[in-house]
């Protein structure tokens, strides 16, 4: 009886140790994996390097906790392993750190992209507040006429300053955007949606500020406007090389509109532009004493300065009166000293006039230089005196032979 108690005791022993061992097995397991989703939901959800940086001691810590029980949770995770778990969340964890530092980067960027921007706008204001004042000045000024052509010049440098500081970031734009490929455009539209202001909205403002200037026509003459509409040719030039890719860039959800509604703005700009540039440009003629027919447009201007030349040659070959060749030097003079030395650049680059427009006139002009060259009278005066000659030769002989 006492052996068969011993007997029972020593198999419940046997049995409880089993089942607690059991137990304890089935823990470690259940322990390990509530750890182990729990560090992949902190890695997946991490945000900051200094978060990746403590996961990275957290995985360390579960794989020397758990390393003891490898073969028992190779076990339990089959077909994965207890080096493949730890070797998930290292990956993860890697993945996670690569996505930070990028999305770190463009945070970087984007500062930096809102700090230029700011930038620009501040030198832009000063140099909108400089003009204006410069622009009131000169109306406060209106009956001093040396003062005020003092002013005039002064207004037309900052201009000038204005123009100098737009190419010049229309060029970095170009550098910045020409050859974007997909993939830094792909960044950069990502980027743009945390950005408050963009260079889309930039341009626009530059834009209609220089809507503003052309409208405002403060003591401004025809070579200002030509000035406005060869930086108005530069910027439609540089926008239509980079405008889809800004567009597609800083505004994803909407570019074709975005592209829109700048390439609009530059229409509008060059309609206020010409709205004074023709009148100016007729002006400027007529005081120099060359009436051209009316114009309205790059066309019919090149077409009034063909047909004032095509005129003038006409009433040349037929009348070579000293009138014809005044009139001819005095648009020679204007045409070489004025029109090309001074307005060349800016009607060339401001699609006004081509350079084969400007050849044109410039041969049409050798042919009225010639005929308008009034006739030499030494041929005929020769031509009496060689006859008077003659006959007093002819008066000298028959009278010596008489």
């Known amino acids: 009886m006492t052996s068969t108690i011993s007997t029972l005791a020593a198999l419940l022993f046997v049995a409880s140790t089993t089942v607690v061992a059991q137990q ?3 823990q470690v397991q259940q322990d390990f994996r509530a750890d182990y989703q729990e560090l992949v939901q902190k890695v997946d959800e991490a945000s900051s390097s200094d978060e990746v940086a403590s996961l990275v001691d957290e995985i360390s810590e579960l794989e020397a906790e758990y390393s003891g029980y490898a073969d028992l949770l190779d076990q339990a995770l089959y077909p994965d392993t207890f080096e493949q778990r730890i070797g998930d969340l290292q990956s993860r964890l890697s993945v996670t750190q690569d996505n ?14 809102e700090a230029e921007i700011e930038e620009l706008r501040s030198q832009l204001s000063e140099m909108d507040e400089d003009s204006d004042a410069l622009r009131e000045r000169m109306e406060r000024s209106a009956a001093n006429e040396r003062r005020l052509s003092g002013l005039v010049s002064q207004y037309r440098e900052s201009l000038e300053n204005r123009d100098a500081f737009v190419s010049e970031l229309l060029d970095d734009l170009m550098r910045r955007y020409e050859a974007m490929d997909a993939e830094t455009q792909s960044e950069i539209a990502e980027a743009a949606e945390s950005l408050e202001d963009d260079p889309l909205a930039l341009l626009e403002t530059i834009i209609s500020e220089y809507i503003n200037l052309a409208d405002r026509d403060a003591g401004l003459e025809a070579a200002d406007f ?11 030039t540089i926008w239509d090389k980079i405008g889809e890719r800004m567009a597609s860039a800083y505004a994803p959800d ?3 509109q975005a592209e829109q509604e ?9 309609a206020s532009v010409n709205n004074k540039l023709w009148g100016a440009l007729s002006s400027a003629f007529n005081q120099n004493g060359i009436e051209l027919p009316e114009f309205t447009s790059d066309d019919t201007f090149n077409n009034a300065l063909n047909a004032f030349v095509d005129d003038a040659i006409a009433v040349a070959q037929e009348q070579n009166e000293e ?3 005044e009139l001819y030097r005095s648009f020679s003079d204007y045409w070489n000293n004025t ?13 006004v006039l081509s350079q084969s427009d400007i050849a044109a006139i410039d041969v049409k002009l050798g042919d009225w230089g010639q005929h308008a060259a009034p006739t030499s009278n030494l041929m005929f005066i020769l031509f009496l005196i060689s006859l008077a000659v003659i006959i007093g030769l002819i008066v000298l002989l028959v009278t010596k032979k008489n």
């Open 262 to 270: 700048i390439t609009d703005l530059l229409s509008a700009w060059e």
């Open 323 to 325: 009138a014809d060749y």
């Open 226 to 236: 030509l000035r406005m509409r060869a930086q108005h040719g530069y910027f439609d």
């Open 100 to 113: 930070i530092a990028v999305i770190e980067d463009l945070n970087e960027r984007i500062a930096e992209l």
């Open 339 to 351: 029109v090309k030395a001074q307005w060349g650049e800016h009607l060339i680059a401001g699609n």
């Open 24 to 26: 304890s097995d089935h």
């Open 254 to 256: 909407r570019p074709v």
